[in-house]
């Protein structure tokens, strides 16, 4: 046996905001063999509203709630495009200008995306909402509270940034994402990565998704095997190999539960550096060869997801 580089490893590393490579974060950086999907309540919603005759969505909230990923998700299932040219059109044609068409449908209603509010400047903002009303295109609007009540309320914003503003303060009141089916607004800060339910929330996906696989099989003849603290964490969470790993899940997911219930707002973005975190404690492979062939003291306790 050798000592083996997982790249799988080395993905989860960059999702680390401590690490200089921690691009992985970001959905506009991600590359389609490291992405993560994740079918969540806010993507079945846009999706049906879309589909049902949605003039407008805002999906608003915190950053690291996955805006910019709702976006991807859905130039892939309404326009058709394929992960890599959905990720091209977030970065090139999602300025609340461009009109996305579909892949091979001219008949299918187009999508204009607000990618990011803060890159717009607030008269230019206002006014192009102002013609998303009009337009026949589907706008979706990526914006956090404060800058989208700034664009409403400001100067140039005329009768349809007041409709929009008037329907954004009510869902506050009435929780409700739409009352006409025309205006829609998701509010992301109202999403759990925890859920209700043990074993089917955000949190538990992202485990499984990067416990499971052949995405270890690298690791299987790697002579730093037996003393890797990663794996052994990957062993310890991977619900499939068995029902304590299933129990150590379920409990973390109820301390985030808890967190969500106290008024914590945890994002995805949060989320996935936690898993990264509990499964890698930081590590890369070459560290761990590295702590191998130097230390003769047990030295893994501390890199254990529960220490």
């Given at each position: ?198 074993g089917t929330s955000i949190f538990a996906d ?54 969500e219930r106290v008024g914590a707002v945890v994002t995805i ?39």
């Amino acid at each position: 046996m050798s000592e083996k580089i997982n790249k799988h490893v080395s993905r989860l590393n960059r999702f680390l905001p401590f690490s200089a490579e921690h691009d992985q974060i970001y959905e506009e950086y991600q590359q389609s063999e490291d992405s993560l999907s994740i079918e969540t309540a806010a993507l079945k919603y846009l999706e049906r509203a879309v589909a049902e005759g949605a003039k407008i969505v805002i999906l608003t909230g915190d950053a690291g709630h996955g805006k910019t990923y709702l976006c991807r998700r859905l130039i892939e299932t309404h326009l058709g495009y394929n992960e890599d040219e959905a990720r091209r059109l977030i970065n090139t044609k999602c300025d609340g200008e461009t009109s996305i068409p579909a892949k091979g449908d001219p008949t299918r209603r187009r999508l204009r995306i607000f990618k990011d509010f803060s890159e717009l400047q607030i008269p230019v903002a206002a006014s192009r909402l102002e013609s998303a009303l009009a337009n026949e295109a589907v706008s979706i609007v990526c914006a956090n509270e404060g800058r989208l009540r700034v664009v409403l309320k400001s100067e140039e914003a005329g009768s349809g940034c007041e409709e929009l503003f008037r329907r954004f303060e009510q869902s506050f009141i009435d929780g409700l994402a739409s009352t006409d089916g025309r205006i829609h607004v998701i509010n992301l800060n109202n999403q759990s990565v925890a859920g209700d339910r043990t074993g089917t929330s955000i949190f538990a996906d992202a485990i499984r998704h990067w416990t499971s696989g052949t995405r270890w099989r690298a690791c299987e003849d790697c002579s730093s095997r037996r003393e890797c603290p990663i794996i052994n964490n990957r062993m310890l969470l991977a619900s499939a190999s068995s029902e304590e790993a299933a129990i150590r899940v379920s409990r973390a997911e109820l301390l985030i539960r808890s967190l969500e219930r106290v008024g914590a707002v945890v994002t995805i973005r949060d989320t996935l550096m936690l898993v990264a975190y509990m499964l890698t404690g930081g590590l890369t492979c070459s560290d761990v060869h590295g702590q191998v062939r130097t230390r003769r003291n047990p030295w893994q306790a501390q890199y254990a997801f529960y220490n």
